[in-house]
């Protein structure tokens, strides 16, 4: 065990952090409202849009993410050259950030995981609630936002963590899109001198922290967030 | 078009790929059971009253779930040949496949300690103390009463939990593992890198009809066992 | 005030309400009786465009509708000045007794905070709750959130309170509390329509009495008409098997 090495390459593998918060943090936000809309259309049974959502959804969990990952990421570049053959348009698509490609790969996994959470957290809020606030003047948009988002996001807070935790994971799979990530700069730097026990160990202690501290982050707030459900227990 | 994307490369890859559906196969089930076994030991860690012990059986769920699949498979690949090095054993030129099964084992013990831990807390403690009541021995009122009952609570959890190892291993090729996974990424070498799309369309066919068939599977097995527990509920 | 005329309503090809007319003035207090499956609680629930009713009119004030083209600025209208009691409470879970009341007067009728909590107490003090402002629902008994229930309702101010069945799913022991306070906001003179079980209630607080079978008004009239000389055949076979032998009214 190369001690030096091990030390050297935890902050190797700690300065590919932001990049996999970051590429979390933008999925996030594209997939928990486009999940929360799509999870209504199929509460809703909206035609066409909730049979598309429902198919969508049995695709992301029914298929490997690497897979999504080589199939997305092999499948842009070539529209890409299509499109910009046909316009003439001078643009090199080898120069593209892989970030980008990482963005629409977990935001379009993420969104179909989020579309089940809030459809099963929706569906545990009582039709009741949404006649109560209507009864006392609401409109349906001030029920949503005022009695209803507030009781599902509760319900499913837990399974946005999990959903949250598993994305952060997923993020080391960045290597196939030649994301500078954890694991990828860590490996990078294995790569000259064999290192990868200790190289592999970092990356597994930095994934460690970050996870846990996300868990403990999602307890705190959904602790603070369920102050009216404590009080039953 | 055509140029770029020919749809019969996804149909002239799906034959020559099925047949490593049995190297899947091999690792996947392997992992299971192995990974259930020691998965019933983890959670009966976390039932007991021995306080380390527990302690020490969530520790180890919570490391699981912080660690992504690739991390871990090169930890072992990595790792266990060089721990057991220090010990005077040469385990390099053991099977990949080897490997592959030891890190999903131990990835899904973790999950199925928590499967298992709460589906045994879902039934309700009267039901062992009648058994016990009308004389039924300990072993006997687990296996007979809580045992089929737990199941019916665990078994959708189990078999998202299977259909999850199942699309994680596509992880092992990264190791070395001709799968389905590495055969697709031989195909896609020999074709030097052209049409390398439509292999991957097929394989992701594969995969989504596998995963359908494994939900409808436990759809069906649900409705078996459930059985019971609906007209226990009715009479 | 209201008035309706000729509600229909089917659920998947059964028709609950057959064509059924109802007028009611101010300072009314209105008990609908009737077996279960009579109607009578889909009436009240179209009134409040809980459901859609296939067909009729209705007159609110000044306010018309037909049934079959209702416009979203009607119903949110009519949603001003009716308020609704439910069998369930449907208290907001997420809200605690006191939010609970002023939540439709700050966000649905954008009346100020502090003047809506004012409002909010003083409902909840009305109702006997004034050491539990600041409990949530899940903190209290049915009949506790029930009252918020009715408590929810009167800061609302409404031209009309609708009861659908409100102690129905409660206790036998905590019914007498939630009676009581129905009682006392009626003696206030507010008009009230009405949809239980209770006998008593119908014969001590209300001035008409509605029997409802098959989805059609069998019979109205005074608390009188009904419970001493109904005139229906359905109604006296209703009235027979509801109420004991032995039971008679002093009237």
Known sequence: MNYQFLLETFFVALSGVPIALLVTVVALLIALPLGFLLALTRINKIPVIHHLAKIYVSFVRGTPIIIQIFIIYSSIPLLLKIIFEKYHIAFDIYKINPIWYAFIVFAFS??????EVFRSALSTIEKGQLEAAHSVGLTTFQAYTRIIIPQALV???PNICTATVNLIKATSLGYAMSLPEITLKAKVAANVGYNYVEAYLDIFIVYLILCSTVEYLFKRYEKYLSKYKVANA | MDKYFDATYIWNAIPVLLPFLKITFLVAGSSIILGTLFGLLLAAAKLSSVKWLQKLANLYTTIMRCTPSIVLLF????GVPALAENFGLNLHSIDTAIFVVVTFTLQFAAIMSEVIRSAYLAIPKGQFEAAVSVGLTPFQAYRRIMFPQALVVALPNFGNGMIALLQEGALAYTIGLIDIVGKAN??????????????????AIIYWVLSIIIEKI??????IFGKGKKTLETT | MLEIKNIHKSFGGNEILKGVDLAIDKGDVVVILGPSGSGKTTLLRCINFLENADQGHATFGDIQVDFQHVKKKDVHAIRQRVAFVFQNYNLFTNKTALENVTEGLIIGRKIPKAQAVEIGKKALDKVGL???????PSQLSGGQQQRVGIARAVALNPDIILF?????ALDPELVGEVLQVMKNIAAEGTTMLVVTHEMGFAKDVANRVIFMD??????????????????????????????????????
């Open chain 2, 75 to 78: 930890l072992v690949y990595y």
């Open chain 2, 186 to 203: 031989l195909i896609i070498a020999s074709n030097i890198n052209a049409h390398a799309l439509e292999v991957y369309i097929a394989l």
């Open chain 3, 130 to 136: 004034s050491e539990k402002y600041d409990a949530y």
């Open chain 2, 218 to 223: 436990f759809t069906i097995l649900e409705k």
């Open chain 1, 110 to 115: 993420s969104t179909a995981i989020l579309i």
């Open chain 1, 155 to 157: 319900v499913a807070l």
């Open chain 3, 214 to 251: 098959g989805g059609v008004v069998v019979e109205e009239g005074s608390p009188h008409d009904i419970f001493v000389s109904p005139k229906e055949e359905r109604t006296k076979k209703f009235l027979k098997r509801v109420i004991p032998e032995d039971y008679t009214f002093y009237i």
């Open chain 3, 164 to 168: 659908d069945e409100p102690t129905s």
